[in-house]
């Protein structure tokens, strides 16, 4: 049991002056003694909380120097030593002040004097750790600079003291940053938040009044006064001081920026407004920079009443199943639709999916919703059929969150056992960039759950990194593509790359469903380039199960038929290039084409090397301004050649035709072609022409 009393570790190797010494102070103090150095540190491991140290110099096996410079760098470093010696040279007394004594005594001993420095000693060690104690508590242990609580408390001062600045608060982080630490490992990335940490001490010395902060992690404040340009001067140093750190890697902050209009606001309210800011900047390379506006903060607390709502609401079955209806272009009738959510707040009404669906995807609530979503469309599926109404597919989306579910397949089979429903009646939606996040396991889910017979549509075609690698690989059945893909743009180009992929998909057999359709001129353009399924405002909004029901309700669903001839056959034939060499390239000795004729306009989509020769290299493919015609055939001969063109595509049978053109050397030369009809794809026929030169009747 202690005493309560302070307690003197006595180092002397002389019995009688550890006698003497504990005779002095033992009214005070709690004595233990050790006869040497080395004895000294084993009573220290031995004993917590002793108070100080009363060393001898000249000892035997370890003598005072000795224990000193030990001593030093032991994690006792804190505990006050006296000195005691009978040397009074001034050399003595520099060498053990040096070695880290706090006091030095001399022999004999006079009571009072040594009381009086023991005291000192002890005070002052205590007002030291009561400091190192204050100073850990208000600092960040890595950098040294203020930590958030003693950040806050200081800005308040700051203002309160400035009355008349107005000051900013700037909030940053950096991105990515725990992917940083693990390339450079945790040594190297203490060494860049100390060089960060140095960073704002140098601004801080040109700035003032100041205050500055790491308040977590890679995450640091500053508050200074408002200069909209100082500030911006300030970040784009910063950017650029941040991005030399290491130019192997991507150093790219995230500042958010509070403008303080209300300085008796909380610090801390200050400091969210701040990191809300930088949140915009997150995902972006290259925003690193945002203020503050009132809107992020409505949004901050509309995200959290829907994230404190979204388990009851699912429990109650506040969301419900909207549906909107696909049409089949080519007869202007519903076939299908696809199951959208709603949900139906008791005291807000409906809320649009673009409200909620974020935060779920975010948050991984939308795992959940997905399976209710699929649960009541298979319900709905089998009362339909059990009404009578010979429903057609219903598609549902998949969530990226549910494709990386290992019981995906299982779950999505056994909905559609349990209410005894096809799976061709459940077509699954997986937009584009859900699979590229990592194609290799998304294709075998895929497989699999065609495998089960369900139907794959790819949703947001085109919106992705590598969509023709999409079409080349990626196991589906259906493209989904917005009409958003066409917009901001208006010279054709868009319509081009639209009318292209639809044109590859009809090659590739793949039915193509346009989504976000609200005009008649879109939904002509869309006939007109052989695009089968459309879904949008201009056919039917989003609309309650029961409306649905009575739209369909009589009617028969059809779907959209081909209007391909003798598809495979072309397929073979246009793109199989061993084929093509050995069926036209090499068999004819006279120019031949394959050409694609759509809208009056026509294209190659095949030449042989006898066509390049007589025509030039690459004439296709350097068509005149709007890509309509081949460059040899712009003048007076193309409504000759167009004439033809039209008789093919009507009769279906051969005709030929007889036109000038004008070679590069000026010259004017006569040329046959012949058209034969092979086919069409969905929106294009298919035609074979060869030339022949005839000689000038001149």
């Given at each position: 049991m202690t005493s309560g009393r302070p307690v003197i570790l006595i180092v002397e190797d002389q019995d009688i002056n550890r006698q003497i010494l504990r005779h002095i102070i033992s009214a005070e103090y709690e004595v233990i003694e050790a006869e040497n150095g080395e004895v000294a540190f084993e009573r220290l491991k031995e004993r917590d909380g002793i108070s100080a140290i009363l060393l001898d110099l000249i000892m035997p096996v370890m003598d005072g120097y000795a224990f000193l410079d030990k001593f030093q760098g032991s994690s006792y470093s804190t505990?006050?030593?006296?000195?005691?010696?009978?040397?009074?040279?001034?050399?003595?007394?520099?060498?053990?002040?040096?070695?880290?004594?706090?006091?030095?005594?001399?022999?004999?001993?006079?009571?009072?004097?040594?009381?009086?420095?023991?005291k000192n000693v002890i005070t002052r060690s205590q007002f030291y750790l009561l400091n190192e104690m204050k100073f850990a508590y208000e600092h960040d242990s890595l950098t040294g600079l203020y930590?958030?609580?003693?950040?806050?408390?200081?800005?308040?001062?700051?203002?309160?003291?400035?009355?008349?600045?107005?000051?900013?608060?700037?909030?940053?982080?950096?991105?990515?940053?725990?992917?940083?630490?693990?390339?450079?490992?945790?040594?190297?990335?203490?060494?860049?938040l100390r060089f960060i940490a140095d960073s704002l001490r140098q601004l801080a010395a040109s700035v003032s009044p100041c205050t500055y902060a790491r308040i977590?992690?890679?995450?640091?404040?500053?508050?200074?006064?408002?200069?909209?340009?100082?500030?911006?001067?300030?970040?784009?140093?910063?950017?650029?001081?941040?991005?030399?750190?290491?130019?192997?890697?991507?150093?790219?902050?995230?500042?958010?920026?509070?403008?303080?209009?209300?300085?008796?606001e909380k610090i801390q309210r200050m400091y969210e407004y701040a990191a809300l800011a930088a949140m915009e900047c997150k995902g972006s390379y290259l925003t690193y920079c945002c203020y503050y506006k009132p809107e992020m903060s409505r949004k901050v607390s509309q995200e959290q009443s829907i994230l404190n709502e979204m388990e009851s609401a699912l429990e109650e079955e506040q969301f419900e199943v909207y549906l909107q209806p696909k049409y089949n272009l080519r007869d202007d009738v519903p076939y299908g639709a696809?199951?959208?959510?709603?949900?139906?707040?008791?005291?807000?009404?409906?809320l649009s999916p673009g409200i909620f669906i974020p935060i779920f995807e975010r948050n991984g609530f939308i795992g959940k919703t997905d399976t209710y979503m699929w649960e009541h469309v298979c319900a709905l599926?089998?009362?339909?059929?059990?009404?009578?109404?010979?429903?057609?597919?219903?598609?549902?989306?998949?969530?990226?969150?549910?494709?990386?579910?290992?019981n995906l397949v299982e779950l999505i089979t056994g909905l559609v056992r349990k209410y005894d429903i096809s799976p061709e009646l459940l077509n699954l939606e997986i937009t584009e960039s859900a699979y590229m996040d990592n194609p290799e396991i998304m294709r075998g889910v895929l497989q699999k759950l065609r495998d089960a017979g369900f139907l794959i549509m790819m949703d947001d075609f085109g919106s992705g990194y590598s969509s023709l690698n999409t079409l080349k690989d990626i196991p589906f059945d259906v493209l989904k593509i917005d009409m958003k893909f066409l917009t901001d743009n208006d010279d054709g180009r868009n319509e081009c790359i639209l009318a292209s992929i639809i044109h590859m998909a009809g090659w590739l057999k793949i039915p193509v469903i346009m989504?976000?359709?609200?005009?008649?001129?879109?939904?002509?353009?869309?006939?007109?380039?052989g695009c089968g399924y459309v879904q949008g405002f201009y056919f039917a909004r989003p609309m309650p199960v029961r409306d649905y029901e009575e739209l369909i309700r009589g009617s028969r669903p059809i779907p959209a038929q081909s209007l391909s001839e003798n598809l495979e056959a072309l397929v073979g034939a246009i793109w199989d290039s061993s084929l093509v060499s050995e069926l036209l390239f090499d068999s004819f000795r006279q120019p031949a084409a394959i050409y694609e004729f759509e809208n009056d306009s026509f294209h190659a989509l095949r030449v042989n090397s006898e066509y390049n020769r007589f025509f030039g290299y690459g004439e296709e493919v350097g068509a005149d301004a709007d890509r309509r015609y081949p460059r040899h055939l712009r003048g007076s001969s193309l409504e000759t050649v167009l004439a033809v063109f039209r008789q093919v595509v009507v009769s279906?049978?051969?005709?030929?035709?007889?036109?000038?053109?004008?070679?590069?050397?000026?010259?004017?030369?006569?040329?046959?072609?012949?058209?034969?009809?092979?086919?069409?794809?969905?929106?294009?026929?298919?035609?074979?022409?060869?030339?022949?030169?005839?000689?000038?009747?001149?």
């Open positions: 505990i006050p030593v006296i000195a005691v010696t009978s040397e009074k040279d001034e050399s003595t007394e520099q060498k053990v002040l040096d070695l880290g004594a706090w006091d030095f005594v001399s022999k004999p001993y006079q009571p009072q004097v040594l009381l009086l420095r023991l930590n958030r609580t003693k950040f806050f408390d200081e800005t308040r001062l700051t203002l309160n003291n400035n009355p008349s600045l107005k000051f900013a608060l700037v909030r940053f982080d950096i991105d990515q940053f725990h992917l940083l630490n693990s390339f450079w490992g945790e040594e190297e990335g203490d060494s860049f977590s992690a890679d995450t640091f404040c500053v508050c200074l006064p408002y200069d909209k340009e100082r500030i911006a001067w300030e970040i784009e140093k910063a950017r650029e001081r941040l991005s030399a750190y290491n130019k192997d890697y991507l150093v790219k902050p995230s500042f958010g920026i509070y403008v303080i209009d209300h300085p008796e696809e199951a959208l959510i709603r949900w139906n707040h008791p005291d807000k009404g409906i599926l089998r009362e339909w059929i059990d009404q009578g109404l010979n429903p057609a597919p219903v598609s549902v989306n998949v969530s990226r969150v549910n494709m990386y579910n290992p989504e976000g359709v609200e005009t008649a001129p879109q939904v002509d353009f869309l006939k007109s380039i279906k049978r051969d005709a030929s035709c007889e036109y000038s053109l004008i070679s590069a050397n000026s010259e004017k030369r006569y040329i046959r072609m012949e058209l034969r009809y092979w086919g069409a794809n969905e929106s294009a026929k298919i035609l074979f022409a060869l030339f022949n030169e005839i000689p000038s009747t001149n």
